[in-house]
Structure formats: structure tokens, C-alpha cells
């Protein structure tokens, strides 16, 4: 089956400490995207990459790190520095032709304890 | 910066009737996206709008593109209580990341 994985499912974080969201994804996608979602919102990008070994940040990247080591992973960090992690994750893919549809994954609830 | 406005923001209808749901976007983009979100849930593709005048239907939803006013719309026929759900739309910037509305929270009652 193809398609894109989060894990934990649910995470619950003490303050002060990191914690990494995982995503991978086996559509053989160039582009990967990290969003989040506060109740009631829409997304926000947190990080994106359009290629390995290579990410911009998105409106909302303070507080956050990530990686692309792998065209099939891009893991995202949310350091001690974000002050308010709790939120709802999604990460995404997609091609960079046709329109460049994105596909998302089933989300990480993060909850600070 | 790119804005992406939804309204209505909260929809409660009635099974049977039809609605729009509309979705303006402040700078130049031709590409805008569709999506549902279930409860809990992750996000689901539901149109693909590449180029002005562009028009899709799936089912009871019907999506259109007008890039020269900057205005998407979402049109529901005939709603049916499986079409309750939030749909958002996002509008492509900088390559290819989104930005997107906050969300129609629809509601279809018998």
C-alpha cells in the first residue's frame, strides 16, 4: 500500500523537553511539508522540502527543526523553544508536476503536560 | 503575504438543500485545493483547481476557479448528513506550499 505514515499517534511532552514527530512516506514524492493545527484553525506550514538535504521554513517555524536525510523521510523536532506545542501535526507530500496535489498523513496529537 | 479567506465559517443545513461555501485569496495564484477533515481526522483531496474556470464535481460537490476575481467556490446539491464534515481551502504560494482557510464547519440536519 502506498501512502504516508505518522507515528506516535499521540505524544505527550513534559516542558522543556524535545520531542520528534516521525513521517515517512513511499510514494515516491519529491516534496514534503510539515503542518500544524490548533482547534478551530486551519494549517499552518511549519517546515517544507522540496528536495533532500534541503528545507525552507514556513510561516511558523520557530521553535521547530527537521531533517531530510531520505526522499522518504522528514522527521520534524519540536524543541523546548516552542513555547505552545500542544496542536494537532500533519505532514504531507507531493510531486512537483500536475499541480503538485498534496497528501496527507493521519497526524500526531502532541500535548504538553 | 498571501490570505485565504472561507465563509461561512459555521454551516448548519438542512438535508436536501443546496449551499456554497466561498473562499477568497488576497495575491495571484492559479492553483487552489479542496479538502475535508472529519472529526479527529486528517485531511482528504477533494479538488484540484489548476486554471481560471476551471470547474469539477464529484457527487453532490462542485468546485469552481475564477483567478481573476481570486474566489473559489464549493457548492453542495442536495445535502446528505455523510457530507458533514470541515472542508478548507488552501491556495498554492512559494512553489508549492499551502496556505490555508480556516475551515467551513458544516452540519447537515434531517
Known amino acids: 500500500d502506498g501512502g504516508i505514515t505518522q507515528s506516535p499517534k499521540y505524544l505527550f511532552r513534559k516542558e522543556g523537553q524535545n520531542v520528534t514527530l516521525s513521517c515517512e512516506q513511499n510514494?515516491?514524492?519529491?516534496?514534503m511539508y510539515w503542518y500544524r493545527q490548533d482547534p478551530g484553525q486551519g494549517l499552518r506550514l511549519i517546515y517544507y522540502s522540496q528536495i533532500v538535504n534541503d528545507f525552507q521554513k514556513g510561516d511558523i517555524a520557530e521553535g521547530y527543526s527537521v531533517s531530510r536525510e531520505k526522499k522518504e523521510s522528514f522527521p520534524l523536532t519540536v524543541t523546548s523553544a516552542q513555547k505552545n506545542p500542544t496542536a494537532f501535526y500533519l505532514c504531507?507530500?507531493?510531486?512537483?508536476?500536475?499541480?503538485?496535489?498534496?497528501?496527507f498523513g493521519p497526524g500526531t496529537r502532541l500535548t504538553v503536560l | 503575504e498571501l490570505k485565504v479567506e472561507q465563509n461561512p465559517l459555521f454551516l448548519s443545513m438542512q438535508e436536501g438543500k443546496n449551499y456554497t461555501i466561498y473562499c477568497n485569496y488576497s495575491t495571484t495564484s492559479d492553483r487552489l485545493y479542496w479538502y475535508r477533515q472529519d472529526p479527529g481526522k486528517s485531511l482528504e483531496s477533494l479538488f484540484v483547481?489548476?486554471?481560471?474556470?476551471a470547474v469539477k464535481q464529484e457527487g453532490r460537490l462542485m468546485a469552481s476557479l475564477d483567478t481573476k476575481a481570486r474566489l473559489s467556490t464549493l457548492h453542495i446539491t442536495a445535502a446528505v448528513h455523510d457530507l458533514s464534515a470541515t472542508y478548507f481551502c488552501a491556495v498554492a504560494y512559494s512553489g508549492y506550499a499551502l496556505n490555508f482557510g480556516k475551515g467551513t464547519s458544516l452540519l447537515v440536519t434531517p
Open positions: 483547481l489548476l486554471s481560471n474556470g
Open positions: 510514494l515516491n514524492h519529491d516534496a
Open positions: 504531507a507530500s507531493s510531486i512537483l508536476i500536475n499541480g503538485g496535489e498534496q497528501f
